[in-house]
């Protein structure tokens, strides 16, 4: 029987139920591989229920250094008998089950064409411990050891990673150890190992870091300078407060007193927590709260009201699958349209669009400078691809040196110098006017805020051409906020082609693994990353400079692109709509497939 | 919100307060409300209380949700900064704007339509947590920049200006903030500014959440004979529990003959609240008490009216959370950020 031979490279795919301690464990695995020197990328399948129904960790171990999701499964740990047959299905041909073979399975039950592992875990593990919890958490280990001898992973690598977890808990460790061993002798003694599939130490980690999007986003805002937070629990949002405190108490406890350099409030809803956010900003604090899709619907009046009376708010968005509950804990780039144009009226907001853990961390401290530049609402566009999964990147960066950017902010010092303090005026031709904060100043500079229409100088005024004037000037600032945000970047083809491509957020690993596989056929494209909304110059530029550009985003009605055609005019003929909507994460056989599918039109690619 | 500005004259011999402000400099623009309307007394009631509290007015933030009584903070305080939110959100923007500079002081306005129909679970919550302001609903029972229609305070059975009846119970902002957890709970009139005013006096000096819940008639829509909201209704059945003054830390306290059992209460800020009682049953530092007679009255068709509930050791919401002296919008970098050696000692954790 042929069997899938591969060596650091292949998925493996743990079916587990939720709530039995497999997390940790299959964690655990994925830590191994990285500490061998060979890139993994994990992602968590779960259903939006607390306990009992299935979940899944698929790992990608991929030493070209591919992030995306790759379809397929190489080696199924089927743990979990209710997904049995789906889990099956799964398995590429030539590929590897290992499953619990305490209890026989009878033959029919296994699909043709795979190779059977067999290892009695919950036997091995009855007999090792007698407290039944033990009983359920050290099968989990016991399973990874026997892959750790499957694999033929390194010795040690393991023992390592308990030795940094368990420093200091002598009992914790030598459990989990005495597990690890059960599992991987077990293996040795009754498997052939090891497999075709085979883990060699290899040095393509570098110093990149292993992390998720919700934790580096917490602390991108620790780190730019958040300092009131008020959120609503919703999937996949919620561990961005929760870490976001969690380094509050680690960086921003006063010494001396004991007192919190930090505000964090858990609102009733998510109509209080950005009303919380917009009074916050308005006064001066750099504020966030973080939420998905059913939350920015709820906070879009607030969105509104913060756009038109110019307050700056910091909104992180991890957006997951909708409309309505939709999918609540798969993965989507759905939320676009409902977040650049949130509220009733003529509204743009700015997006920034991270594309991984890094770049969570980046754009969370630039969406609090630039929501104090712009005095408006900023969306960080993340999605439950990144912000739940761990990821390989590059290790977050800070400059020492770097000061916050508090935007145009009238001191008393300079209305005691008799500064014109027109509130709602555009005295820079920027389309950003001056602002003051309460308390300021006892005679000068206060001002009116409101959500109804006004003049220059913040009175109100319902004259048609105030109205005018200051609608002009949102516009106007919305073109500056085009120069300031993250600009998008380029991955020319390796030759000059007529054919290019436009992806943004989480799309982009299987992106650049799917622009690989295309050119190693001869299909090439120039690729131009998003990094915000609103567009740069250079975005039209691009779509200018070719015949034919592919939109690649994950949501069925083509947001992004209805918003390219939207925002600068493009005949939508030039541009090629590739969707993936059905709540798992983008693949490069898709990608790859998909503009494939289109090309068989032009017998030229090139 | 008006498009008329108010002239500045002042009159020479204008008294000033101890910080060097007229009463004039605590005004805003001119109200475009209905001449007579009760808001109009709360602003002035406003004013008063603020011209005698010795406040600077830039160091109030004044804050409303969206109706009638809203637009009022526009007309008075006009060099603090003002916000007019969004309907009956107002609670959860003064509770940022409170978490975001502890320094000044936060007077939120609101009506019954904001706080008890829409705005209900945002009144709730920042009566709750404790949130330092004082909270004015100017109640009128009815919808005034929509034309009349019943709001939630509306007393079940009484009578639109068109002859509706209203068939709702209504909802007892009073009850609820005493029940929330609000640490000074009032009731008054607007057309009785003797008692008004210490009473917002009182609520402006509060360490914690305080409330007043001032019937404010409509004169437009809700001011006939079949409404609980009136001018005559309230006049007839106004029952106040007590009359309180206020007294500034370090003000001489003069000797009281007024008859009645008198009380003191001692802020945290070392002001005084001297409660003469016209109820010798009433005890204001008690809660349960204070809602029991509350409910008492009201059912025999009284409102009851004056200062229902005090801690005077309230604290809020800012002690809850242990938030450092210095205010939290006023902090830079250097206190804030932790900079690159702790950011490299952070990536090394996760390689």
């Known amino acids: 029987m042929k069997r899938i031979e591969a060596v650091n490279d292949f998925v493996i795919k743990f079916a587990n139920v939720n709530g039995s301690g497999s997390a940790s464990a299959n964690e655990l695995f994925a830590k191994a591989v990285m500490r061998m020197g060979v890139p993994v990328s994990p992602r968590n399948i779960f259903p939006s229920n607390i306990q009992g129904l299935p979940t899944w960790y698929e790992a990608r171990v991929c030493e070209k250094g591919y992030h995306g999701r790759r379809g397929g499964v190489d080696m199924m740990v089927a743990m979990n008998p209710q997904t049995w047959d789906t889990d099956m299905a799964e398995i590429e041909p030539g590929g590897y089950l290992l499953y619990d073979s305490t209890r026989p399975i009878p033959p029919d039950r296994f699909p043709e064409g795979v190779h059977v592992l067999g290892v009695p875990l919950t036997e091995i593990v009855n007999e090792a411990y007698a407290d039944p919890r033990q009983r359920q958490l050290f099968k989990n280990i016991a399973y990874i050891g026997a892959l750790a001898a499957l694999l033929d992973m390194e010795d040690g690598v393991f023992e390592k990673l308990f030795a940094e977890q368990y420093r200091g808990k002598e009992r914790l460790l030598d459990a989990n150890m005495k597990a690890l061993h059960l599992g991987r002798d077990y293996a040795l003694a009754h498997l052939p190992c090891p497999l075709g599939l085979r883990m060699r130490r290899a040095d393509r980690v570098g110093d990149q870091i292993f992390t998720d999007g919700n934790s580096a986003a917490a602390l991108g805002l620790i780190y730019g300078g958040a300092t009131v937070a008020a959120w609503y629990p919703i999937t996949p949002s919620s561990s961005i407060p929760e870490a976001f405190e969690k380094y509050c108490h680690k960086f921003r406890v006063e010494a001396s007193t004991g007192q919190h350099r930090f505000a964090i409030v858990q609102a009733e809803d998510e109509l209080a927590s950005i009303g919380m956010v917009v009074g916050a900003g308005w006064n001066g604090a750099r504020a966030f709260t973080a939420t998905s899709g059913p939350g920015v619907s709820l906070m879009t009046e607030f969105i509104g009201l913060a756009y038109f009376a110019e307050v700056p708010v910091t909104i992180i968005d991890v957006q997951r699958g909708g409309p309505s509950t939709g999918m609540p804990t798969r993965t989507q780039q759905s939320d676009l349209i409902a977040c650049a144009y949130a509220s009733h009226g003529d509204t743009k907001h700015v997006l920034l669009l991270p594309q991984d853990p890094h770049e969570c961390f980046e754009h969370s401290a630039a969406a609090l400078d630039l929501a104090d530049r712009l005095q408006t609402p900023i969306f960080v566009m993340t999605d439950l691809d990144i912000g739940m999964n761990q990821r390989l990147c590059k290790p977050f960066v800070w400059d020492d040196a770097r000061s916050y950017d508090r935007g145009k902010v009238m001191t008393r010092e300079e209305l005691e110098a008799g500064k014109d303090f027109g509130r709602y005026k555009d005295v820079d031709g920027d389309g950003i006017p001056w602002r003051t904060l309460p308390g300021t100043h006892p005679t000068k500079g206060a001002f009116f805020t409101r959500g109804t229409t006004r003049d220059p100088y913040a009175r109100y005024s319902e004259r048609g051409t105030d109205y005018v004037y200051n609608m002009e000037r949102l516009l106007r600032k919305f073109r500056t906020a085009a120069a300031l945000v993250p600009q998008p970047v380029h991955r020319p083809a390796s030759q000059p082609t007529r054919f290019g491509v436009i992806y943004f957020g989480s799309t982009s690993p299987a992106m650049h693994e799917a622009l690989d596989v295309l050119q190693a056929e001869g299909v090439h494209l120039d690729g131009l990353r998003l990094r915000a909304f609103p567009f740069p110059e250079s975005v039209p530029e691009f779509i200018a400079a070719h015949e034919k550009v592919f939109v690649v985003e994950q949501n069925r009605d083509a947001q992004m692109h209805s918003m390219l055609v939207n925002e600068l005019d493009i005949d939508p003929a030039r541009l090629v709509r590739v969707l993936h909507y059905d709540g798992t994460p983008i693949t490069a056989r898709f990608i790859a497939g998909a503009i494939r599918k289109n090309m068989v039109w032009h017998k030229e690619y090139a | ?351």
């Open chain 2, 1 to 351: 919100m008006t498009f008329i500005a108010k002239p500045r004259l002042h009159h020479p011999t204008l008294q000033t307060n101890k910080v060097g402000y007229t009463r004039r400099d605590y005004e805003g623009r001119i109200s475009t409300l209905c001449a007579g309307c009760g808001h109009d007394s709360i602003s002035a009631a406003i004013i008063q209380a603020c011209w005698e509290l010795d406040i600077e007015p830039h160091r109030v933030a004044k804050l409303s949700g969206i109706g009638c009584s809203s637009k009022t903070p526009d007309y008075f305080l006009g060099a603090s900064h003002g916000f007019n939110t969004v309907h009956g959100r107002m609670p959860s923007v003064l509770t940022g704007a409170n978490l975001a500079n502890r320094e000044l002081l936060y007077l939120g306005v609101s009506g019954d339509g904001d706080s008890a129909s829409i705005g209900l679970g945002q009144f709730a919550n920042a009566m709750r947590r404790g949130v330092r302001m004082a909270y004015i609903v100017e109640n009128n029972g009815v919808y005034g920049l929509t034309k009349g229609q019943f709001s939630a305070t509306a007393d079940q059975g009484s009578k639109s200006k068109k002859g509706v009846v209203n068939n709702d119970s209504p909802v007892d902002l009073v009850g609820l903030a005493l029940q929330l957890g609000a640490t000074y709970v009032a009731r008054s009139f607007s057309g009785d500014k003797a008692q008004l005013v210490p009473l917002i006096k009182g609520a402006m000096a509060h360490g914690g959440a305080a409330f007043i819940d001032v019937i404010s008639p409509c004169v437009t829509f809700n001011n006939h004979g079949g409404s609980t909201k009136s001018y005559d209704y309230v006049r007839q059945h106004n029952d106040a529990v007590s009359r309180i003054d206020f007294i500034t830390p370090g003000q001489e306290i003069t000797a009281e003959y007024a008859p009645g059992e008198l009380v003191e209460v001692t802020n945290h800020d070392g002001s005084l609240l001297r409660l003469r009682k016209l109820h010798a049953d009433h005890d204001p530092t008690d809660r349960y008490a204070a809602m029991n007679y509350m409910h008492q009255h009201a059912a025999h068709g009284e409102v009851v009216t004056g200062l229902l509930y005090l801690d005077p050791l309230a604290t809020d919401l800012h002690t809850a959370l242990n938030t450092c002296a210095v205010p939290l919008a006023s902090l830079g970098p250097d206190r804030l950020c932790p900079g690159a050696a702790a950011l490299e000692k952070i990536n090394a954790a996760l390689r």
